[in-house]
């Protein structure tokens, strides 16, 4: 790990949002081999997460997505990525005058350790969490079609697994959901 005279490392800071609340002011783990550290913002300024990196390597902030993913599939959240910086040492993001609303689940990642996925199921979850964070419900909802997509090879497959779920739907009054949930509403 590149240093610079005074010892400090070379950081990847992304400053980011999530719709529920950190549990703890602190963070520590390793992620794809490197130290990662997040410190919880209030309710004026965005979280941090702090990844060890090198000045020409762009794999550290990849890190960071790939794990902005996994938060989002694992406790069913927005994650939503602020800004980001890099240098010698910690540097924190602050606010752009921008109020941090935290409503939903919280988030405790005390026993967090980094999913084992393959390639696919890593394009799921970027995908999971971009359906997530859209503002747009035609939007999700492709992403999530796009999902079901990866998993289903051919048109026929893809069929017979929408026909299979659909008839698994347990509802008291399924003409009511479908209208209430639809994508013509």
Known sequence: MEKDVCGRPWIATLSFDTSGDLCDDNYKFVYD???VEIKRGGVDSPHNIFIEASPADYSAVEAVFKFFSELSWLFDERVEYDSFIAGY????IGSYNKKYSRVGNSIDLTDYEPLSL????RLALSIYREGQNSSSKYY???CFYKIINITNHTRKELINWINDSYNKIETEDLSKYISENSIQD
Not at 89 to 92: A, D, L, V, Y
Not at 118 to 121: A, H, K, L, P, S
């Open 33 to 35: 081999g490197r130290n």
């Open 89 to 92: 040492g910690k540097n924190i």
């Open 118 to 121: 393959d390639e696919r199921q």
């Open 140 to 142: 999700a909802y492709l």
